[in-house]
Structures are given as C-alpha cells and as structure tokens.
C-alpha cells in the first residue's frame, strides 16, 4: 500500500502573504481545491484564483474580531479525521464533513509584536489561537494531512505532488509534522515568557524556551558534536542579528567567542573613546580604549599578541580602513563591528576565510534579559548581568584614596572583569589590559598568572620592567584572604577595586594599606562561569 496522500482540498491562512498567490495558483493548477479565510481569501480571489471562503464551509461568519472563524467541527473534522476509519467516515457523512489534505498557516506576528514593543492590548490581540488549534490537529493526524507552517516548505509540497501525482509522502509529511509542533512550540513559549516579563513573575512555575535555526553547523564544540544555531527572537543587538558581510561559514566556537567579544566591547560607549576586546576561547587577552580603533586594537593586541593570533576582535565604533589594515596583518576568526567603510570591508575581504560581522548597532549593557544554560536533567535561568560600574557607589575603603588616573583605571578593570571567566583578575594601564588572569580554581593564582602574562608581554615588547608596575588591578569578587591582593601589589599594581563582601574585608584593607593601595569597593560581583 501506497504511503502518498493525495491533496485534493486545502485550507491556507497566513498572515506571511510572502509567495502565497504563486502557491495558491499552482495548487489550482494542480487541480486542488482552495478554501481560506479573512484577508488570506481575499488576496487569493483578487489574484483570480477559485477559493471558498470558510464561512462557507462551516455555515458561520467571521465573529468577535475574527477571534473566532475556524474554531469548527467542519475544519477540525476535516483535519483529525482518519481517512478509511469507518467510525471517521461515518461521522463525516453524517455531519457533511469533508477531508482537508493539505493545512497552510503561518502565524499571528506575536515575535514581531513584541519586538516592535506594541502596547499590551495590541500585543494580546496578536495571539494566534485558530492558528496553532488548526497546526497541532493536522500535525497530528500527519498520516493523512500534510501541514506546513513556513513559507520555505511551498515548492516541497510542490515537488512532491509532481513527483507523486499529486499527493505527499509519509516522510515529508512527518519532517512537516515535526517542524509544526515546534514551532508551536516556540511561539507560545514567546507569549508565556512575555507575559511572565509583563506581570513580574521573575521565576514561574513553567519557563519555556524556543528558537528557530540560522543556520546547522559542521559540528559544535568538537568535531563529534552535531550544533546548530537557534535565534529567540530577542529584541538585542548582536551575533545572532548581524549582517555577515563576508568570510566563511561561522562555527559553533565562532558564535560563542563572537557573543562574548562583543558584549564587552559594548561596555564602552562609543561616543567616548574607541574600544576593542580581543577574545579567545571565549576569555579576554586584550582590551583597550584608544583615540581611534588603530591605537584602540594595538594596544589591545599588545597585552598577549600571542594569544590574539587567531581570535575575534570586537570594535565599538564602525570599521575603518586604517584599523582594518592592523587587523588583518596577524591570523584573525572573526570582527564584528557595529558597521564597516567600504574601503574597511574591502581590505578584509582580501582575507577570504576572514568573517566580518556588522551588527548596525552595540547591545545595552544596562538592558534586562535573561541567560540560560542546560545542566544534567534541567536548565538555569537567570537575568543577565546588567550591572555597570559606572552606576555603582564605589567605596574608598583604604587611607589613601585613588588618584584620577587611577579611578578612570579601575573601572576600565572592573568593566572587563566582568566578562572574564571567574576566578578573574585584570591589571590595567592607561585604558588598557596589561596582564588577565582567567578562570583559575584560587583567586591568588589568577593574580600570579595574570602578572606573569603581563611580564611575559613586557619582555616580548623590550620592556625595562613588567607592564603591571604601575598599573591597578580588578577582582570580580572578594579577595578571601589578602595573599591574592599581595600578589598583586607584588606586581606592582597601586590601587584595587573589588566587590568586598567576605568576612575578612578588614584584614584585607588592613593590607593594603601596608602595601601603601588605593582601594574601592562596588557592592557588585561579577562572576562568571
């Protein structure tokens, strides 16, 4: 037995009139039956294709706002009905129902709604209700009905009815089926997440998350690993909005390291200073503010120029050609910038394997949100972590107080700590990292390594002495004991700027003020794991 489906009558209501005339037209060619609703009816008949109305169908007007149209028993028997179940085909007979093969929706713009940031009354009324009833009966009774709910699935109905004579396989009516709970799915995990935003509910009983795919990719972090890259629909400037202007396909580590190069950099307002981070494996190596994004990406590069080679480059200002040109002289993955000249993309386009990102914009660091990650057996949400130094009371807690130098320099340290993996320690000079120290198991030994990083930059670079003399040092949590604070004070760092919090703060302000250091205290960690 034949597992081909023949499509003989269909029902389309979209609200994504992208190609629907020529799909409707060539459904009518192939002898199918059309029937519609509202304006998707209308843009149908307009075009001169044969279409029914559903009122017509189901013997009811549109009502309350076209709320209700095809909430019926003569469309929802239609599409659950099992064709040779003669229970089925009686009831059908009995109640003048007639078999819908072929279900063709796509939803209210909700996402859309949302993003645009519509008012509450608009944005419940661009809940999809008959939509996603009609998508989950005909998904359901995938072995006889076919659905599609995306504009990209009509030439593969299409094909498929060419290649059949004029029906759909078993196996793209479940691919379709598939793709229709899911997108469900998510789109009511959109209106449940919204809605639990609107009221305040920071933690409700159920949180759903959904996506859509940009893109599958090679692998994911390893080659074993299969990946693909999902987009939420949040309205936030960054990998997952921009514009690949050229270079290969990105990885799975790509858009990781990307994210996370260009959430940093977005810390530093572009109408003050250039800035450029510099990341590898998702950690800082560089970071600098400049008088312009050339001065900004050397110095930058010059605090590990080892580590550079082969990382992402984020810059806060658009590209220009005199920072392109540094850039592309040393192996680079990745820039993502907010825009590029011509002349820029040019020159990085010599660089074919070269990816250039231009987003239009830089992401709100201040802005609410929520991160998530999976764990064995469930997921962690949280907010972002939108805290910015320069909002905070910082705290002189030591005799002598930061000089202006200084406190410029600490918070410069303190905004990059915060996008360093924890245990994280930053020595900075002049609006520039000299030395980071990443994601170690005791605070003290991210204070060594990152002095050693940043004596090893020094002596590369025919320094008299390491880059730390004379530079202030950021923790993104409480020294516990003062042995890592010493270590940076060993360095030759002159000031510190930490949380505070632990239950020895006075021993430690006790030694720094022996080491003869400035220090402040935010209030805010910035862990980061």
């Known amino acids: 037995m034949s597992d081909i489906r023949a499509i003989k009558r269909a029902l389309l209501s979209v609200s994504d009139k992208t ?3 020529d799909f409707a037209r060539a459904l009518e060619q192939r002898g199918v039956t059309l029937i519609s609703t509202g304006g998707t009816r209308k843009a149908i008949a307009d075009a001169g294709v044969g279409v029914t109305d559903v009122s017509d169908v189901t013997g009811f007007p549109e009502m309350m706002d076209g709320r209700v149209k095809t909430l019926h028993p003569k469309v929802h028997g239609g599409l659950l009905a099992i ?3 003669p229970e089925h085909e009686a009831a059908m007979l009995a109640h003048g129902i007639e078999p819908i093969d072929l279900l063709v929706v796509n939803l209210y713009p909700f996402e859309a709604t949302v993003a645009r940031q519509a008012g509450w009354e608009e944005t419940i009324e661009n809940i999809d209700i008959g939509g996603p009833a009609m998508i989950r009966a005909a998904a359901k009774n995938h072995e006889d009905v076919a659905v599609v709910v995306d504009v990209a699935d ?3 109905i299409l094909d498929a009815m060419d290649a059949s004579g004029g029906g759909a396989p078993l196996s793209l009516r479940k691919k379709l089926a598939q793709k229709a709970y899911a997108r469900t799915a998510a789109y009511d995990a959109a209106i449940s997440n919204w809605l639990a ?5 920071e933690t409700p009983e159920y949180r759903a998350v959904g996506g859509r795919l940009s893109e599958p990719m090679r692998y994911g972090e390893n080659p074993h690993q299969h990946a693909g890259f999902y987009s939420t629909g949040e309205k936030r400037i960054g990998v997952a909005t921009a514009r690949q202007a050229q270079g290969k396909q990105l990885s799975y580590n790509n858009v990781n390291d990307t994210d996370a190069a260009f959430e940093l950099v977005a810390e530093f307002d572009p109408n003050r200073t250039a800035a450029v981070a510099i990341i590898k ?16 990406y050397l110095r930058a590069q010059a605090c590990d120029p080892i580590s550079a080679f082969g990382g992402i480059v984020a810059l806060n200002r658009r590209l220009d050609a005199e920072a392109a040109a540094e850039i592309v002289k040393i192996f680079t993955e990745v820039i993502i910038a ?15 394997n070269l990816r250039l990102l231009l987003t239009g914009g830089l992401p709100d660091p201040r802005a609410a949100g929520l991160a998530v990650r999976s764990v064995a057996g ?3 949400f949280q907010s972002r972590d939108n805290a910015v130094v320069d909002d905070m009371p910082l705290k002189i807690v030591t005799r002598r107080a930061p000089t202006e130098q200084e406190l410029a320099d600490l918070k410069f340290a303190f905004r990059v700590a915060k996008h360093v993996k924890s245990n994280a320690i930053v020595y900075a000079k002049g609006g520039a990292t000299v030395g980071i120290g990443a994601g170690q198991m005791s605070r003290v030994d991210s204070s060594r390594i990152a002095a050693w990083k940043a004596a090893e930059a ?4 025919g320094a008299a002495e390491s880059w730390a003399k004379g530079s202030v040092v950021a923790s993104d949590a409480f020294f516990p004991f003062a042995d890592g604070l010493l270590a940076a004070a060993d360095a030759g760092a002159t000031a510190v700027i930490q949380p505070g919090g632990s239950v020895r703060d006075d021993e430690v302000i006790k030694a720094a003020d022996e080491a003869g250091l400035a220090m402040v205290m935010t209030g805010f960690r910035h862990f980061r794991h």
């Not at 907010?338 to 074919?352: G, H, M, T, Y």
Request: proline share 4%; net charge negative.
């Open 458 to 461: 020094a002596k590369g670079a």
């Open 154 to 156: 009509y030439q593969e």
């Open 338 to 352: 907010p825009d590029a000249d011509e002349a820029a993309i040019a020159l990085v386009a010599s660089k074919k």
């Open 197 to 201: 935003k609107e009221i305040g509910v």
């Open 83 to 85: 064709r040779e179940n």
């Open 19 to 21: 190609g629907l005339i």
């Open 281 to 296: 494996h998702a950690n800082p190596c560089g970071v600098a503010e400049g008088g312009s994004l050339k001065e900004a």
């Open 378 to 380: 469930g997921l962690l």
